[in-house]
């Protein structure tokens, strides 16, 4: 019989490509979300899915008792910066509160491995030496960055109490298909989506703040290998390499005959400086490595909203 696993956050952008590699890998696959952000027909249709509130801790073990899920993959979550600066309560309550339910229905259904979506981006802050290593302490300086950091303190009390395996994976920004163009998150959708509509983006601040981009299947294949990995780990899922926000818009300029310039705008408040994750310790650990160089990934991004665009009539 086919190995159950429960995907969290399975409508949104990450968790669906994740999803379709489980179906295609064979898994049988619960898809969890609240739809709050994700989107039904994100959802691979040979997932069963629990249209539920990660907060609902009754509705999440009911779940759990009924298909006894081997992996957990913890994507769900508030994944806006600015939204937890304006509401503190209600991203601890999704992020914090939310992880930890589904962590004690894991403990109690016999759930051997739990990957969890954290974020290299938040959780170090503002730091001197890059690329950052895993060994940083950690330093958030948001809402949401104390969130991640939190729900990676319960892994460890779960696992030191319980012994519940656990993979954190820290991300760095990631791109590709799917992504949200309307969010606060996401620069490589939000420009690519403006630029196929003729309009110019709008820069935050000088454009040097540096990012460490990576595609959205190099992120899944990190899940998967996570699910594999024997024990417990907490690494980067990075690149080593950054490239400033000027440079972004550079490459997608001359991928797209873009001809406009960009507009600048203020800074956002609470932006760091810059982000770049060591990623030595996930090859060491997991053997991954991101595949994808840049403009592979945002050729493969921008195919897939010219025929979102299309679809819409709007292109
Ligand atoms: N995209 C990035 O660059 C990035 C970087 C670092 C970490 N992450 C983490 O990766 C994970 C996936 O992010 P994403 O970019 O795919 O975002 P996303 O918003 O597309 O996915 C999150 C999903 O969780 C669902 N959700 C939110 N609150 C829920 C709740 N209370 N109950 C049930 N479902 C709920 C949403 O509907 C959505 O489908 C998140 O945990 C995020 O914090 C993402």
Redo the contacts with the bound molecule.
């Keep these: 019989m086919a190995e159950t696993v429960l995907v969290?956050?399975g409508?949104?952008?990450?968790?669906s490509h994740l999803v379709d590699t489980l179906i295609d890998r064979g898994y049988n696959v619960i898809a969890?979300?609240?739809?709050?952000?994700?989107k039904s027909e994100y959802i691979n249709n040979k997932a069963l899915f629990y249209q539920?509130?990660?907060?609902n801790i009754d509705a999440i073990k009911q779940v759990f008792q009924v298909h006894k899920p081997s992996t957990v993959f913890h994507?769900?979550?508030?994944?806006s910066v600015s939204r937890s600066t304006r509401e503190p309560a209600f991203d601890a309550l999704?992020n914090v509160v939310?992880t930890v339910n589904l962590l004690e229905a894991s403990i109690e259904n016999g759930t051997r491995k739990f990957v969890f979506?954290?974020?290299g981006?938040v959780v170090y802050g503002e730091v001197d030496e890059y690329p950052i290593k895993e060994s940083t302490p950690f330093a958030p300086v948001s809402p949401y960055g104390i969130s991640?950091m939190t729900g990676e303190y319960y892994l460890r009390f779960f696992k030191r109490e319980k012994g519940l395996d656990y993979v954190a994976l820290r991300?760095a920004?990631?791109y590709g298909p799917r992504?949200?163009p309307y969010g606060e998150?996401?620069v490589v959708a939000i420009f690519i989506n403006k630029m196929l509509k003729g309009e110019r983006p709008t820069i935050n601040g000088d454009g040097e703040y540096v990012r460490d981009y990576v595609f959205v299947d190099d992120v899944v294949n990190a899940n998967i290998k996570a699910m594999e990995y024997e024990g417990t780990a907490e690494v980067n899922i990075g690149t080593s390499k950054g490239t400033s926000v000027n440079e972004l818009f550079k490459i997608l300029k001359s991928l797209m005959d873009f001809s406009d310039d960009a507009e600048y705008g203020p800074p956002r408040p609470g932006d760091i400086r810059k982000n770049i994750l060591d990623n030595s310790l996930a090859k060491e650990k997991l053997n991954w490595q991101p595949t994808y160089p840049l403009e592979e990934g945002l050729k493969k991004t921008i195919e897939y909203f010219k025929g979102k665009m299309g679809e819409d009539g709007t292109g």
């Design positions: 969290t956050g409508a949104g952008f990450i968790g969890v979300d609240n739809l709050s952000t994700g539920i509130d990660i907060t994507l769900a979550a508030q994944i999704t939310g979506s954290s974020s981006g991640k991300y920004n990631i992504q949200d998150a996401g």
